[in-house]
């Protein structure tokens, strides 16, 4: 039943232009700040747009045919593909192409929130693709010709790195920090242990013992492959990293939670698994993707024990004789193509946090 | 059913339980009441081991409360707790909420699982809520779906560690009618609150506790109208004049 005295709110109407007049020009400091910003524009905008697009030079084959001011893309035209796939052979690349769209194929299901059994596609996506990822790019099994690690390069190493760190991490990250948090003394202190010295190193170095001590431990004559090297050390240090963002959630969860479940008779594993974690984590995904984030920029570090990930092979490409004084347009590119990543997965992690209705519950 | 013998804790140095002695019977349904800090929360988490008291005895259902595993999560699975906040799992839905211990406890399959809950939920008049999450709840459906929750599991005893102390005075009706149901089905109980109405409705024996002590122990008719010790008198008046 409304309220005698309920009335509706009084209608203030405003035109686009009322409101813009009124945001950016409505006071002398506004009217300030507004010019000292188109200002700005004007002298930082302006002059790369006219560099990386008015001026620039899109077709051709070879440096000769940058006549024009602007960034050389042609540069990136000649050389995409040693940039996207490395030394990976011209022929064998259709297997590095179905790796990768395989990947996002599966993974279309689990945007769709009515679509059934997605608990199957998760199972097949963690247990069955990377066998598949692993024999296709490799080779060796099925007639697919071997293709050595040290081919690899470009954007594929960055990727295969980047989610093979990222995905394992993750479990990883996850068990350290319920170590952390154990009321056993032993399994905190050196779950506490590893996280910190972990932390306490850079990556650098942390890839340089990966790939320098790994193979002292290991017995005569059995050698490690490089990139595998890369891989544990990667996924050691975000593992460091994601278990203090896992830990941050799990404080976050009152301890009334941990007695109702523990009240109801679960044990500690069904109690994380069931209650606590889904919370925690659902938390933390801010967290999470951040550091997912990061960890897909700091792969870049692989250079220091000669792979060659996406930026490495365009700071080679640069060095090209052939292509001298190109390394600006190298570095946009690789960043643009770094932010596209990087944005993508800030936007899954938004709506990942919309799906599980983060703020609601 | 419950035995606690000469029961000590301490939290760190506060001497919080001090020689408690208690005995519950089955179909026994005991009160507790006293004042803030008197221990009475502490005393009946001991109970399901929420809470370790460091000296004496306690013995559940004739298994004894120590640090073995096992026995506690035996003994869990018999007693049923409903906490002053509630405690829903705020991810899982009401349904899914309920199925949970079921399933995961006792192993039963879903289908059945879910045939108990909705029997239960029936119980507590809330079946239409079922698909809700706990925050589009009132206080009070929330209550009740808590006590749903542990009666799900079938328990023996069920405690109530002031059960309506977090509810707006409209909602306190409807959670203590479903306890006062509870108990004339025979539920063994044991509940601290201060709803003195409650107590005398269904209490068989009142307690009441100040400073760790168990001060008085009577039952209801005489506790209410023969106070022994000052200070169950001083607390009596103090509650009864609202």
Redesign the interface.
Known sequence: MRHPNNQTAPLVATSPLERVWRNLFSSPMNVFLTLAVLFLLYWVVLPVVQWAFIEANWSGESRQDCVRSGACWVFIKVRFAQFMYGFYPAAERWRVNTTFLLFGVACLPLFFPSFPRKAWVGAFLLVVYPFVGFILLVGGLFGLPVVETRLWGGLMVTLVVAGVGIVVSFPVGVVLALGRRSTMPVIRAICTAFIEIVRGIPLISVLFMASVMLPMFLPEGMNFDKLLRALVGVTLFAGAYMAEVVRGGLQAI?R??F?????????YW?MMG??IL??AL?IVIPGIVNTFIGLFKDTTLVLIIGLFDLLGIIRAATADPNWLGFTMEGYAFAAVVFWIFCFSMSRISLLLEGRLQVS?? | MIEMMGVHKWFGDFHVLKDINLTVHKGERIVVCGPSGSGKSTMIRCINRLEEHQRGRITVDGVELTSDLKNIEQIRREVGIVFQEFNLFPHLTVLENLCLAPIWVRGMPRAEAEKITMKYLERVCIPEQAHKYPGQLSGGQQQRVAIARSLCMNPKIMLFDEPTSALDPEMIKEVLDVMVSLAREGMTMVVVTHVMGFARTVANRMLFMDEGEIIEENTTQEFFNHPRSERTKQFLSQILSH
């Not at chain 1, 007695?259 to 044990?267: D, R, T």
């Open positions: 009152p009334g939670q007695e109702a479940a523990a009240a109801l008779g679960l044990g069904r069931l209650v889904p919370q659902r609601d519950k």
